[in-house]
């Protein structure tokens, strides 16, 4: 099984639809809520090439990016196969 991180804010509508779509296929993440976190924080951005939105997600240490991403990814059929590896 793949490992799945998140970073994540409390209260982010975002960040809630992408732990439901990981949720939902029965995948377990580690998630690193960086609401109050700024070392996490940093650290997300410099993985994150510079992107500071939330969330931002990582697959086996590959940046999927947002929760845009990771939907469009799965519609392409492509997350299942990363999540399988």
Do not use: W
Not at 11 to 25: E, I, Q
């Amino acid at each position: 099984m793949a490992k799945v991180e998140i970073y994540t804010k409390a209260f982010c509508p975002y960040c809630h639809r992408a732990k439901h779509l990981l949720d939902g296929k029965g995948v377990d993440y580690v998630e690193y809520d960086i609401t109050f976190d700024g070392a996490k924080r940093q650290e997300m951005i410099q993985r994150a090439n510079g992107r500071t939105t939330v969330p931002q997600v990582f697959i086996d240490e590959r940046h999927i990016g947002g929760s845009d991403d990771l939907a469009a990814l799965d519609r392409k059929g492509g997350l299942d196969p990363l999540l399988a590896a």
